[in-house]
């Protein structure tokens, strides 16, 4: 029971530190990727336009033309500067007979148009986005 009041005191303590926060860019910022930005990126047209992109342009792999996939592909990626894609990589995909989707989700990705790119203090940086495509194809 004594050890219950330390972690409650412990907890208390880290909640009374003061956020530390990247205040200012790095003196070599055309280097740095961003993982939180000031203005997030956005694909050209919105969130309906972007939704609109991926259900038109993921294409069924032929090597699941006739399996039942279903699940998600996580990917990673960085939007330059001027709103290029670039480094696109699989954080978690699919595994098995549906492995092939994996492929797929990184070509949908890798075939985007130019986004517009995150801001912070008023100048356009380099920024992370993620994001989880979801798998339902099949009976």
């Not at 972007?50 to 939007?79: D, S, W």
């Not at 912070?120 to 495509?133: E, T």
């Amino acid at each position: 029971m004594l050890g219950m009041p330390i972690l409650y005191i412990f907890i208390l303590f880290l909640a009374c530190l003061p956020a530390q926060a990247q205040t200012e860019l790095p003196a070599d910022s055309s280097e740095t990727i961003y993982t939180i930005v000031e203005q997030q990126p956005e694909f050209a047209g919105g969130q309906v336009a972007f939704a609109k992109y991926l259900r038109e342009n993921l294409r069924t792999p032929k090597e699941n033309q006739r399996a039942c996939c279903m699940g998600k592909v996580y990917i990673r990626f960085v939007i330059e500067t001027n709103g290029e894609i670039s480094q696109v990589e699989i954080k978690k995909g699919m595994t098995g007979m549906c492995e092939a989707w994996n492929k797929e989700a990184i070509n949908l990705v890798k075939n985007m148009p130019p986004w517009k790119p995150a801001t912070h203090q008023g100048k356009r940086v380099k920024c992370y986005y993620h994001l989880p495509i979801n798998i339902c194809y099949g009976e």
